[in-house]
């Protein structure tokens, strides 16, 4: 708890603005960012106790500005499982974002396709998810400020906000499902075995990011 305290106050002290919404930007999503007006852009490796991002395509910064007057902090790219880190660390950006505030998280992906009707380019919707990652975030003490010891994982997605993008995304005539994620440690991607036992368990898509944080 008091490295999370640290990094908040140290992002804290850099801005006055003060989010409450938060956005975790996926593979090919980075270029959301031309969209925020920023006034605090910051490495990660410049956050106290924040992991630098390694892979490709996730720049490895924490920007905090606004979009259409809302204050958003977002994060341009995250920390893998897969890249050897532990749990802890990889949910630790999060974590601090809750610390500073933030009570509306909105995490995206670039995922796998479970569902032939699911082409290339859809956007899905996560309505629920599939821990099959070996591992849990929660492990060890409870962080009480955070979160009970045993949270409920029925709801662990919004509803309203499952209802808002998908009435954004008709409106916006963009192609989209709703369905649920699997979430797999990575870093090889799944056999044809794997991808027939994840549609049979319920899988729309499979990934291996997202479900630690959520």
Same mark, same amino acid.
């Given at each position: 708890?008091?490295?999370?305290?640290?990094?908040?106050?140290?992002?804290?002290?850099?801005?006055?603005?003060?989010?409450?919404?938060?956005?975790?930007?996926?593979?090919?999503?980075?270029?959301?960012?031309?969209?925020?007006?920023?006034?605090?852009?910051? /490495?990660?490796?410049?956050?106290?106790?924040?992991?630098?991002?390694?892979? @490709?395509?996730?720049?490895?910064?924490?920007?905090?500005?606004?979009?259409?007057?809302?204050?958003?902090?977002?994060?341009?790219?995250?920390?893998?499982?897969? @890249?050897?880190? /532990?749990?802890?660390?990889?949910?630790?950006?999060?974590?601090?974002?809750?610390?500073?505030?933030? @009570?509306?998280?909105?995490?995206?992906?670039?995922?796998?396709?479970?569902? @032939?009707?699911?082409?290339?380019?859809?956007?899905?919707?996560?309505?629920?998810?599939?821990?099959?990652?070996?591992?849990?975030?929660?492990?060890?003490?409870?962080?009480?400020?955070?979160?009970?010891?045993?949270?409920?994982?029925?709801?662990?997605?919004?509803?309203?906000?499952?209802?808002?993008?998908?009435?954004?995304?008709?409106?916006?005539?963009?192609?989209?499902?709703?369905?649920?994620?699997?979430?797999?440690?990575?870093?090889?991607?799944?056999?044809?075995?794997?991808?027939?036992?994840?549609?049979?368990?319920?899988?729309?898509?499979?990934?291996?990011?997202?479900?630690?944080?959520?």
């Amino acid at each position: 708890m008091d490295n999370l305290q640290e990094a908040a106050n140290f992002i804290r002290s850099k801005t006055s603005l003060k989010p409450k919404i938060g956005i975790v930007l996926g593979s090919g999503l980075g270029h959301f960012v031309n969209k925020i007006e920023v006034e605090l852009s910051l /490495p990660f490796a410049e956050i106290p106790h924040f992991a630098p991002a390694t892979v @490709e395509g996730h720049n490895g910064q924490l920007l905090i500005g606004t979009v259409n007057g809302q204050a958003v902090a977002c994060m341009q790219g995250r920390i893998h499982y897969y @890249e050897g880190h /532990p749990m802890h660390q990889v949910v630790f950006p999060v974590r601090t974002l809750a610390m500073l505030g933030v @009570e509306t998280i909105i995490l995206t992906n670039a995922a796998g396709s479970l569902r @032939e009707q699911n082409k290339a380019g859809t956007f899905l919707i996560i309505k629920d998810h599939i821990n099959l990652m070996g591992d849990n975030p929660l492990k060890g003490p409870n962080l009480k400020h955070l979160g009970p010891r045993f949270p409920d994982m029925t709801e662990t997605y919004d509803k309203k906000l499952i209802q808002t993008m998908t009435d954004v995304f008709k409106e916006q005539k963009v192609t989209h499902a709703t369905g649920n994620y699997c979430g797999v440690s990575g870093p090889t991607y799944e056999t044809p075995a794997e991808v027939q036992y994840l549609r049979l368990i319920g899988g729309d898509a499979v990934g291996m990011s997202t479900v630690p944080e959520a």
